[in-house]
């Protein structure tokens, strides 16, 4: 107790007294020992929030204090009525163990607009009739933020709905390779495809991770035919339109073509308005329409920046008990906000984005490996934060694992030189900026 008064003496120094009250001072501590320190919160809100925000905060203050690395782990207050329930054929023991699918992925969630209703008319026709209709498989595509793993996963909810036996394995391509590399060394290749090909719908999220891996990509082709022969319901979902997966094999992109490629654009003003009303209706916060007209006209068109507005409100007035007015909506929100093209994007979809485009794991990018894989993305991903975000040099070095001014200096330079002579790093920015929704 006193040492985590020590830590947050620490953190005190470091943010504002107002961020600080809001924040900080509510956390309930609950234990230290060498390896973690955990920590407990009044709700969802705080806890997205502090792990968004605080995290690697808490984390360099508590090792600065105690002297060793720790683990920082933010849990939320249990509340009685919580009860998540997950369809048995969910679970999974061993090795390969698909995801859960999150229990607010559903389509009675999903907002409908010009901008997706395609995408959404499709992945209900699939779910309704897994391996049946023709959009076998059906490949979702589009930017980061705009709904395919809702979609993917709103598909996997409704199956098991109408069929609680049903074998739904939704995982991404990340962990599928994972899973994959982890089975070569354990001499289990032939339970993992196995285990897939039992599938009856196989639902693999983003798979441009594939991209440049070939053995993997060789594993998933063979899965892909056995479901698929066996009429087996088979999902994708992708950041780039099929034609931009180059470093995915042709015989895989040319199966895909079998089915159907629908994308999701971003949502335009009227869309944005009702995914906002839909959250505020879901968390009970009451908002004044000129304060939704406000972040529909200001948050960029990335759902998931919009959701983080409004949980950043609901925190706020949860905390502070304060009715959301449009000026005490503008202040909180001035981050989020765009000047230009400025506060439109957080570091996390930054590093998302990037993560994805490289196929890299975010962890390592945020983390300090000097692996030759992460170095360059983890450049950009400072770079971008640098040119998109208004944090300074010392907060943007603190989210890339502690890292200090100098070396953010470097990276942005180093970036700047590349983008003046390499002409296909050239691009790739661009498609970077293109899939952060602001080239
Ligand atoms: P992607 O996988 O395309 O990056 P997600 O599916 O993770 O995006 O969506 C980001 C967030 O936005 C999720 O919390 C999701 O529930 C929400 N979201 C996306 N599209 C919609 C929509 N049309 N209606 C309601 N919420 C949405
Ligand atoms: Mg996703």
């Given at each position: 107790m006193e040492r985590w008064q020590n830590i947050l003496e620490l953190i005190k120094n470091t943010i504002n007294p107002q961020s600080y009250d809001t924040w900080f001072a509510p956390i309930k501590f609950i234990s230290l020992d060498d390896k973690k320190i955990i920590l407990e919160v009044e709700n969802n809100f705080v806890s997205d929030w502090i792990q968004q925000n605080y995290v690697e905060l808490i984390k360099t203050k508590a090792e600065h204090a105690l002297n060793y690395p720790i683990d920082v782990v933010v849990k939320v207050?249990?509340?009685?009525?919580?009860n998540v329930t997950i369809p048995p054929s969910m679970y999974r023991t061993g090795s390969f163990r698909p995801d859960y699918l999150n229990s607010r992925y559903v389509f009675d969630n999903f907002v409908v607009g010009n901008s997706n209703q395609f995408a959404c008319s499709a992945a209900k026709a699939v779910s309704e009739a897994p391996g049946k209709t023709k959009f076998n498989p059906l490949l979702i595509y589009g930017g980061a933020g705009l709904g395919k793993t809702h979609l993917i996963q709103a598909i996997g909810h409704t199956v098991l709905i109408n069929n609680k036996n049903a074998r739904v394995y939704y995982t991404t391509s990340e962990q599928f390779t994972f899973d994959f590399i982890e089975s070569i060394k354990n001499n289990k290749i032939t339970e993992l495809s196995n285990f897939y090909r039992n599938a009856d719908v196989l639902l693999m999220d983003d798979i441009q991770f594939f991209i440049g891996r070939e053995r993997t990509q060789e594993e998933f082709f063979h899965i892909f035919n056995t479901l698929y022969q066996n009429q087996k319901q088979i999902v994708l979902t992708s950041d780039r339109s099929p034609k931009d997966?180059?470093?995915?094999e042709e015989r895989l992109v040319s199966r895909f073509q079998w089915g159907l490629f629908v994308d999701i654009q971003p949502p335009d003003k009227e869309t944005r308005i009702a995914i906002i009303l839909k959250k505020t209706e879901a968390e009970k916060l009451n908002i004044p329409s000129e304060v939704v007209q406000y972040i529909a006209d200001n948050v960029s068109s990335n759902i998931r920046e919009i959701e983080g507005s409004i949980i950043k409100l609901m925190a706020f007035s949860s905390l502070t008990k304060n009715d959301i007015s449009l000026d005490l909506a503008k202040q909180i929100l001035k981050e989020n906000?765009?000047?230009?093209?400025?506060?439109?994007?957080?570091v996390d979809v930054i590093i998302e984005t990037v993560s994805k485009f490289y196929g890299v794991p975010e962890n390592a990018i945020r983390g300090k490996t000097r692996s030759k894989e992460i170095v360059l993305p983890r450049m950009i991903s400072m770079f971008l934060t640098k040119q998109l975000t208004n944090y300074s040099l010392k907060t943007i070095g603190l989210q890339f694992g502690g890292r200090d001014h100098s070396t953010v200096i470097h990276a942005i330079g180093t970036v700047e030189e590349k983008l003046s002579t390499d002409d296909v790093f050239q691009k790739e920015m661009e498609a970077i900026k293109k899939q952060l929704n602001i080239a």
């Amino acid at each position: 107790m006193e040492r985590w008064q020590n830590i947050l003496e620490l953190i005190k120094n470091t943010i504002n007294p107002q961020s600080y009250d809001t924040w900080f001072a509510p956390i309930k501590f609950i234990s230290l020992d060498d390896k973690k320190i955990i920590l407990e919160v009044e709700n969802n809100f705080v806890s997205d929030w502090i792990q968004q925000n605080y995290v690697e905060l808490i984390k360099t203050k508590a090792e600065h204090a105690l002297n060793y690395p720790i683990d920082v782990v933010v849990k939320v207050k249990e509340s009685p009525s919580e009860n998540v329930t997950i369809p048995p054929s969910m679970y999974r023991t061993g090795s390969f163990r698909p995801d859960y699918l999150n229990s607010r992925y559903v389509f009675d969630n999903f907002v409908v607009g010009n901008s997706n209703q395609f995408a959404c008319s499709a992945a209900k026709a699939v779910s309704e009739a897994p391996g049946k209709t023709k959009f076998n498989p059906l490949l979702i595509y589009g930017g980061a933020g705009l709904g395919k793993t809702h979609l993917i996963q709103a598909i996997g909810h409704t199956v098991l709905i109408n069929n609680k036996n049903a074998r739904v394995y939704y995982t991404t391509s990340e962990q599928f390779t994972f899973d994959f590399i982890e089975s070569i060394k354990n001499n289990k290749i032939t339970e993992l495809s196995n285990f897939y090909r039992n599938a009856d719908v196989l639902l693999m999220d983003d798979i441009q991770f594939f991209i440049g891996r070939e053995r993997t990509q060789e594993e998933f082709f063979h899965i892909f035919n056995t479901l698929y022969q066996n009429q087996k319901q088979i999902v994708l979902t992708s950041d780039r339109s099929p034609k931009d997966l180059q470093g995915m094999e042709e015989r895989l992109v040319s199966r895909f073509q079998w089915g159907l490629f629908v994308d999701i654009q971003p949502p335009d003003k009227e869309t944005r308005i009702a995914i906002i009303l839909k959250k505020t209706e879901a968390e009970k916060l009451n908002i004044p329409s000129e304060v939704v007209q406000y972040i529909a006209d200001n948050v960029s068109s990335n759902i998931r920046e919009i959701e983080g507005s409004i949980i950043k409100l609901m925190a706020f007035s949860s905390l502070t008990k304060n009715d959301i007015s449009l000026d005490l909506a503008k202040q909180i929100l001035k981050e989020n906000m765009s000047n230009g093209i400025k506060k439109r994007v957080s570091v996390d979809v930054i590093i998302e984005t990037v993560s994805k485009f490289y196929g890299v794991p975010e962890n390592a990018i945020r983390g300090k490996t000097r692996s030759k894989e992460i170095v360059l993305p983890r450049m950009i991903s400072m770079f971008l934060t640098k040119q998109l975000t208004n944090y300074s040099l010392k907060t943007i070095g603190l989210q890339f694992g502690g890292r200090d001014h100098s070396t953010v200096i470097h990276a942005i330079g180093t970036v700047e030189e590349k983008l003046s002579t390499d002409d296909v790093f050239q691009k790739e920015m661009e498609a970077i900026k293109k899939q952060l929704n602001i080239a």
